[in-house]
Each structure stands twice: as C-alpha cells, then as structure tokens.
C-alpha cells in the first residue's frame, strides 16, 4: 500500500535501483604533485540529469569535469561512464570518448578546416560515417546551433559565440550520450553569452544528459536540476536545484550564495 | 670576355648536371622532411627515452661540419659493413643533417599549436595518429613552410658538397669543364646563374603560398564585411 500511496517514493527507487547512473564515481582522489585537488569525491548522475558544478576558484571543479573523460588521469578511486570503467582499459576509454562529447572554455575549434569540416571530422574518422552523411548531419546540427549562414566559413572568422555554438555542434555530431561543459561561457563577451546559453536550454529541455561547470547560477536555476558545490577539492553540497537555492545545509554554501546572488 | 660559343657547346653538359642536383636535392628533401617530422615529434614527448637520443642526434649534426658528415658516411661507414655508392652516401648525409635543422623547425612548430587542440582531438574520440595527421601536422606545417622553404634552399646549396664524391651534379660538372677548358668565369658562372634560379623559383614559390594565404583570408573578411554592408 505504501507504494501506491507515494508516486515520488517508486520514481526514487527507480531512479535509484532500476536506472544505472550514466556517470558513477567513487573514491576519487587526484594530485596535482603535492596539491591534492580532488579529495574522495562521489558522483552519481542520471539520464536527463542537468548537474552544474559551481564553486569559487581552484576549488577542482574543472578538474573533476576533466577526470571524467581522463584528460586529466587521477591517482585513486574509479569513474564508471555508462557502465565502463574508463581507468581499466583503453577500450573502455576509446568508447567513452566516443560517446560523450566535451566544451571547452576557449572553445578549440580546429582553426584550419571549415566550419562543416570541424563538425564531420570525427564521425567520419572515428565513427566512419560515409562522408555526405556526416555533412548532412553536419548542416541539420548547425541549423539547431543557429549558424546556418556559417557553413562554410572558417573558425578565426567567427565571434566567440558562433565559436562556441560550432563547438557544441560538434560534439553533438558524435551523438553523445553525455555532454561536458567547461565554463563554455566564461570567455565570451556578455552579449554572446546568451546565444550560447540558449542553445544548452535547448538541449537540456531535449533531455541530454549534461555535467556543466558554470558561474552563470541564473542559467543553474532556470536549466538544471541538480547542483553541486565544490570547494577546495571537496563536494560540499549535492541537491536539487530549489533545495539548494532555497534552503542549502552548510554554511559554506550560504556564504557563496550571498556573495554571488 | 664572355665566350657564348664555350657555353653553348657546353650548355647540354651544364643542364644535365643540374638534373643531377635537383635529384640529389629531391631525394634529401624528401627523406629529410620525414626524418625532422618523425624526430621533431619525438623531441617533444615527455619520455627520455625518445627524447634524449633525438637530443644526441641533433646536437651532433649540428655542432659538426657536413664535408665531415659526408666523408664519414662514405668512407668510414664502410668499415661497418655499410657500403655505398656515392650517389647514396651523399643522398644520407644530405637527409640526416637536413633532418636535424627541420626536426627543429617542426618542433618549434609543435610547441606553437595549443594544447586545446589536442585535447579537442581526445574528447573526440580521435586517436593519437588521428589527431597528428588531420588536427596538428596540418597546422604545423601551414606555420613553418616559410623557414621549410629556407632550409631547403639551403639543402640545394649544400648539395654542391657532393662533388667531394665524384657525383655529376653542378659544382663537379663546372670544376671539370673549367679543367677542360681553361674558362673559370663561364664554367663557374653558368652553375651560379643556375643555383640562383631555383633559388628564386623557391623564393616566388614560398611568397605566392603566404600571400595566397593572407588573400583567402582578406577575401573571407571582404566577404564578410559586405554582407554586415547589405
């Protein structure tokens, strides 16, 4: 009886038991020489999860989002994505790469093939997509980003925010699984930011599993649903978005809110 | 001063001397650039292991003249068992101290590129090979063709040394049609004339790449600069 009279209750145990976390981290630890920048961490994030990281500073945020697919190696614990132990084998990795995709703060397009190029380069040489496919493909995500106009031009002609949205494009193009945002706003001016952030709301609102590490808390709120606090290499706070905004536990969390708010 | 009838008659001889310059020039610039890639990555990698017989590698070259490099790998290999014509003893000589100064260039080239790129590459999915040959060689090499196109105009100057080996390229050529003819200034002049030239081949060569470089770009920013217009 007390499963039927609680909807929320069975949707937990679901999330919890039946559904396989896309992300599973446990006992992370990583050192940068003698800076230990990630101390035990735990991470579970499910399908559909929009999880955004925040922090001040140096608090590892990056460098979590990073571990997740090893460009950055860490000394303990394990990462398990989409069922695969990424540190075990180079199998695993490969296919973790290939099935989640990555932006980046200063967006690393590459600066001497086309728009069109950059987004089919990995599909046809990793996924070995017959190469009109791929440029298809290519034309339909950079209709989505907004850069219909920018097919064919090249990455140093484009502003940061086209740059960014050709980045995400491009990840997207591998069909991922999971997206991985590094600060993809931070290095834009405050008129473009928008248009990226748009773009993010529109995939998360399609239900992609996304990890995002991000100042913008005014994005947080509308866009995710879960958000974790870092500092000083440790997750300080793992909630709901409301609950975190509303009513965070530890007084860390307070101070940053208060500053940042 | 000048006899044109001494260099008519010899013009055949000169052109076909020349031939065997450019071969020499050719091959060495060829192995040379596969050698400097391959080596000018190794230099690079964070391991010792590959990074300190590159460093021997080039530093030897480097602090040692060619004529000797030349002289060892033809007279003093063979003792090793390594016997070889002259034509291939100058043609590894050539390629491995070439491949020395390009594995230089290419390094400088590889630090430039940023590291996001790489890393751009691995989030992708993209392997290490992968990564080299469609993300960072082609940057790299987009950014040094003009010291490439130098060190290679140097490569053809160096080339005269082979007729220390008794090769028919130009240098050998005039010396024995200056012997033949008591003629220095034609027998000479001629092959300078002809070095000079391709070396402006090169010049014109490695001037209308940059500036077809810059243009396709210039057009991009015209092209664009229009249509904010329109």
Not at chain 1, 230 to 256: A, H, Q, V, Y
Not at chain 2, 105 to 121: F, M, N, P, T, Y
């Amino acid at each position: 009886m007390r499963w039927g009279a609680s909807p929320h209750l069975i949707l937990g145990i679901e999330r919890g038991i039946l559904m396989e976390p896309i992300v599973r981290i446990r006992g992370l630890n990583k050192s940068f020489g003698k800076l230990h920048v990630l101390k035990d961490v735990e991470l579970d994030v499910y399908e559909s999860d929009v999880l955004v990281l925040c922090g001040p500073s140096g608090a590892g945020k990056s460098t979590l989002l990073r571990c997740i697919n090893m460009l950055e190696h860490f000394q303990e614990g394990s990462i398990e994505v989409l069922g695969k132990d990424i540190k075990q084998t180079r199998v695993n990795l490969n296919f973790v790469r290939k099935n989640s995709g990555m932006v980046f703060q200063h967006f690393n397009l590459f600066p001497h093939i086309s728009v069109v190029d950059n987004v089919t380069l990995a599909p046809i040489l990793v996924k070995k997509v017959p190469k009109h496919e791929a440029v298809e493909k290519a034309k339909k995500l950079l209709d989505l980003v907004g850069l219909s106009a920018k097919y064919d031009a090249f990455p140093p002609q484009l502003s940061g925010g086209q740059k960014q949205r050709v980045a995400i494009a491009r990840a997207l193009a591998m069909d991922p699984k999971l997206m991985l945002f590094d600060e993809p706003t931070s290095a834009l001016d405050p008129e473009m930011i928008k248009e990226v952030l748009d773009v993010m709301t529109k995939l998360a609102r399609g239900g992609m599993t996304m990890i995002i590490v991000s100042h913008e808390m005014g994005f947080a709120r509308q866009v995710a649903n879960k958000i974790g606090f870092l500092d000083d290499g440790i997750i300080i706070e793992l909630t709901p978005k409301d609950e975190f905004f509303n009513n965070p536990r530890s007084d860390r969390t307070k101070e940053f809110l208060s500053k940042i708010l | 001063m000048l006899d044109m009838r001494m260099i008519s008659q010899y013009l055949p001889d000169f052109f076909e001397a020349l031939l065997e310059t450019l071969k020499v020039a050719a091959l060495s610039g060829i192995f040379s650039l596969i050698i400097g890639t391959v080596v000018g990555i190794l230099s690079t990698m964070k391991s010792g292991f590959a990074r300190i017989p590159v460093g021997i590698y080039t530093g030897f070259i480097r602090s040692t003249p060619l004529l000797v490099q030349l002289y060892f790998v033809h007279y003093g290999l063979p003792i090793t068992g390594l016997m070889l014509t002259s034509f291939q003893s100058a043609i590894v000589a050539f390629s491995l101290n070439s491949g020395a100064y390009i594995s230089e260039i290419v390094r400088g080239g590889l630090i430039a590129i940023d590291k996001g790129q790489a890393e751009a590459s691995k989030a992708l999915g993209l392997s290490w090979f992968q990564t080299m040959r469609k993300v960072i060689l082609p940057q790299v090499f987009r950014n040094i063709l003009p010291p490439l196109i130098s060190q290679f105009s140097y490569l053809i100057k160096d080339t005269s040394l082979a007729a220390v080996l008794v090769i028919p390229e130009l240098t050998y050529t005039a010396r024995k049609i200056a012997a033949r003819t008591y003629m220095p200034f034609e027998s000479f002049g001629v092959p300078m004339l002809m070095y000079f030239g391709i070396y402006l081949i090169l010049a014109l060569l490695s001037s209308l790449i940059s500036r077809n470089q810059k243009s396709r770009q210039s057009d991009a920013k015209r092209w664009f600069g229009l249509k904010k217009v329109v």
